[in-house]
């Protein structure tokens, strides 16, 4: 089978990078070919390409790619001239051109959607009118064509009922997955801090992820403020690319004089990400939108406990199994999170626990890539 992806791939889009790599080192193994059609930014990173797969940058047009997301001529040039050659076409994400682009081209390879989150009340208000124009221009009946619709949970399904009005005969529910594997044997505890200056005593609390409004920064930052006005024991470390929100962070932090207390270190990869997680105490997420956090899926499998709130893709798995701490949506839930979690050792390693029980049984990659190519067979045999 020959696969062909469409996404930004790159470090700074985050979790769908990571989740297209995964999916491909499974389906590589067992051998079938994959492409990834990346409309790209100049100076943009490409996230790291699995042995034996192929990138295809193609150059964001601008001025109008400032506008209307990933908009690339050199994206609609290649699949005028290769689509045809592929059995199947996956898109990720909705709202931007590459979402676009494969139903612009005359062909009749069939086309697998993920929605990754972007149904979400949240994130459909988030620049309402684009949303708003782009459903009237093509996106409901782009969705009603698609050959498959991938979602991750109920939330989406709901999403997605609610978005189209009816509910899609080809809509089918896979979760994101991890390498557990990675995960288990990490590196050696205090190697992050030792690098970072961060004292033994103070209690490392962990944010990972885009330094996006969406991801409830505007809360966890108050809450730790406040946290810290009742025991200074501990540090919040902030990790993650710039996107929209590291200006009011910086402010934020200035401000309350707690450049001692919060910590931005930009974006953690390979070995030195690993590190982190093996000297936090405590992740955090409180996100008021997720596809499927792949952040969350980390730390629960490193057997880091953790906060987060029921918007990070994976609610009803969580309150099952009791795999974490689950926030409400506000300032005094995240600091009574923040009291309840890093004062208690016996309730964090019950979480921690848990939350790697969880990842264990229900998203190691090895099944979930299974489940993604028995879909796409499917498809090609209807």
């Not at 059609?37 to 943009?44: F, K, Q, R």
């Not at 676009?100 to 929605?115: G, S």
């Not at 009011?248 to 919060?262: M, V």
């Not at 309840?340 to 016996?346: C, F, V």
Request: hydrophobic fraction near 40%.
């Amino acid at each position: 089978m020959r696969i062909l992806n469409i996404c930004a791939y790159t470090w700074e889009i985050g979790g769908p990078a990571r989740i297209i790599f995964d999916h491909t080192t499974e389906a590589l193994k067992m051998g079938h070919e994959v492409d990834i059609l990346s409309p790209m930014t100049p100076g943009d990173e490409i996230y790291d390409v699995p042995t034996g797969a192929r990138v295809i940058p193609c150059i964001r047009t601008t001025p109008v790619s400032r506008f209307y997301r990933e908009f690339s001529v050199g994206l609609l040039g290649y699949l005028r001239k290769h689509i045809q050659e592929y059995d199947i076409v996956h898109i990720h994400g909705i709202w931007h051109f590459g979402s676009l682009a494969p139903f612009l081209v005359r062909n009749r390879v069939p086309k697998v959607i993920t929605i990754h989150g972007l149904l979400d009340e949240w994130a459909v208000n988030h620049h309402k009118w684009k949303k708003d124009l782009v459903t009237l221009l093509y996106q409901k009946s782009i969705l009603a064509k698609a050959d498959l619709i991938q979602i991750n949970n109920a939330d989406e399904e709901k999403n997605v009922i609610d978005y189209l009005g009816f509910r899609p005969k080809n809509l089918v529910t896979i979760p994101n997955g991890i390498r557990m594997d990675e995960y288990q044997n990490l590196p050696p505890r205090g190697s992050f801090r030792q690098q970072f200056g961060i004292p033994e005593e103070k209690r490392l609390v962990l944010f990972m992820g885009r330094m996006n409004i969406k991801k409830g920064l505007d809360l966890l930052l108050p809450a730790f403020a406040d946290y810290l006005r009742e025991n200074d024991e501990a540090i919040l470390i902030l990790a993650g690319p710039e996107d929209g929100y590291l200006a009011e962070t910086t402010k934020f932090i200035a401000e309350n004089g707690l450049a001692e207390s919060i910590k931005y270190v930009g974006m953690l990869t390979d070995t030195t990400k690993l590190s982190v997680l093996a000297d936090a105490d405590l992740f955090v997420l409180p996100s008021y939108s997720e596809g499927f956090s792949i952040a969350v899926l980390e730390a629960l499998a490193s057997g880091v406990p953790a906060l987060v709130s029921d918007r990070v893709g994976f609610g009803e798995y969580i309150r099952k199994y009791e795999a974490a701490y689950l926030t409400p949506l506000t300032v005094d839930g995240v600091t009574e999170g923040l009291s309840i979690m890093l004062e208690n050792d016996s309730t964090r390693a019950a979480y921690a626990k848990r939350g790697r029980e969880m990842v264990a049984q229900n998203f190691d990659i090895t099944q979930v890539a299974k489940k993604m190519l028995a879909a796409y067979s499917s498809v090609l045999r209807s």
